[in-house]
């Protein structure tokens, strides 16, 4: 739902509603000791050997990476085939993390406008 959308949305609900759907919300929250911000990309590499069958087109890989994005631009994290898993999991409970918060933000904005954030 796009973000007038929402907001049209929650300016129909009663203060009552809204703190119930808000409750409801947070009660959706993942373990937030399960985030992890990035996101994953595979590569495939030539290794620079000579003789190599990569130095003909069969790279080697894919190897996959975790993309870290800060204030000093990103930087790739490689990470092992048995962590991939856990990692992508990791990934996915920060999405959802986010747009739960998302959700619960807006709440407590129009909440805030009503003047009945409590």
């Known amino acids: 739902m796009g973000h007038k959308t929402q907001e049209h949305a929650?300016?129909?609900?009663?203060?009552?509603?809204?703190r119930a759907r808000r409750a409801r919300l947070a009660r959706q929250l993942p373990n937030v000791e399960l985030?992890?911000?990035?996101?994953?990309?595979?590569?495939s590499r030539r290794c620079g050997k000579q003789?190599?069958?990569?130095?003909?087109?069969?790279?080697?890989g894919p190897y996959v990476y975790l993309t870290?994005?800060?204030?000093?631009?990103?930087?790739?994290l490689y990470i092992t085939a048995q962590l991939v898993e856990d990692v992508t999991r990791r990934i996915e409970v920060t999405r959802r993390l986010e747009a739960v918060l998302a959700q619960i933000s807006a709440i407590n904005l129009e909440?805030?406008?009503r003047g009945e954030l409590i």
């Open 10 to 18: 929650l300016g129909r609900l009663s203060v009552r509603q809204l």
């Open 35 to 43: 985030t992890l911000h990035g996101s994953l990309q595979r590569q």
């Open 51 to 60: 003789g190599c069958s990569c130095a003909e087109g069969q790279l080697h």
């Open 68 to 76: 870290l994005r800060s204030g000093e631009g990103s930087r790739l």
């Open 111 to 113: 909440l805030l406008t």
